[in-house]
T-cell receptor
Framework: GAVVSQHPSWVICKSGTSVKIECRSLDFQATTMFWYRQFPKQSLMLMATSNEGSKATYEQGVEKDKFLINHASLTLSTLTVTSAHPEDSSFYIC?????????????FGPGTRLLVL | AQKVTQAQTEISVVEKEDVTLDCVYETRDTTYYLFWYKQPPSGELVFLIRRNSFDEQNEISGRYSWNFQKSTSSFNFTITASQVVDSAVYFCALSENSNYQLIWGAGTKLIIKP
């Protein structure tokens, strides 16, 4: 079945640094990928829709200059948290849709835990 | 407006009991898709089921069963003979017109005690 990977799986960084998270579709091409953020004991919140070859679409309240998204190829989308601060500490999850046996299915990455000190 | 409500924040049962997780949704579209995902402590989402709005048949998969009722806009999930390994947070989600975006419920934390 389709697989989506994320790298790194966890990262600890100092406040003010930038962190890049990669999301890859391993065995299918994805023109669209989604980035979610999940705070402890909360549901997933869609941050943005990543579109291959064009600008990402950000949800209301998400700072596009802080969360830079680049979807440079059909198998890779990156999320860069710029000048990270402790309040950016969260679990970041990406997903990519794919058609499997005539049905559209969302495949999720394993997530990246970010801790900003 | 689209919305998914999981009113049960946390459920705790003893192993082998049956448990039902509720999901109520709102949508204006006639074509939509409903999902259930399991999120164990590791954090990785596990896909459980996808159901489209035109298929109201209930589904059973082992100890898992789903009851889809359009009349009440509900898509409830039942685990029979629960096991400790079923402990996780379960999310119900809605997708409209295959636009790929998922609208998530708040999740229900299920605790199965041995």
């Amino acid at each position: 079945g389709a697989v989506v990977s994320q790298h790194p799986s966890w990262v600890i960084c100092k406040s003010g640094t930038s962190v890049k998270i990669e999301c890859r579709s391993l065995d299918f091409q994805a023109t669209t990928m989604f980035w979610y953020r999940q705070f402890p004991k909360q549901s997933l919140m869609l941050m943005a829709t990543s579109n291959e070859g064009s600008k990402a679409t950000y949800e209301q309240g998400v700072e596009k200059d802080k969360f830079l998204i680049n979807h440079a190829s059909l198998t890779l989308s990156t999320l860069t948290v710029t000048s990270a601060h402790p309040e950016d500490s969260s679990f970041y999850i990406c997903s990519a849709p794919n058609w499997d046996r005539g049905r559209e299915t969302q495949y999720f990455g394993p997530g990246t835990r970010l801790l900003v000190l | 407006a689209q919305k998914v409500t999981q009113a049960q924040t946390e459920i705790s049962v003893v192993e082998k009991e049956d448990v039902t997780l509720d999901c109520v949704y709102e949508t204006r579209d006639t074509t939509y898709y409903l999902f259930w995902y399991k999120q164990p402590p590791s954090g990785e989402l596990v896909f459980l089921i996808r159901r489209n709005s035109f298929d109201e048949q209930n589904e059973i998969s082992g100890r898992y069963s789903w009851n889809f009722q359009k009349s009440t806009s509900s898509f409830n999930f039942t685990i029979t003979a629960s096991q400790v390994v079923d402990s996780a947070v379960y999310f119900c989600a809605l997708s409209e017109n295959s636009n790929y975006q998922l609208i998530w419920g708040a999740g229900t934390k299920l605790i199965i005690k041995p």
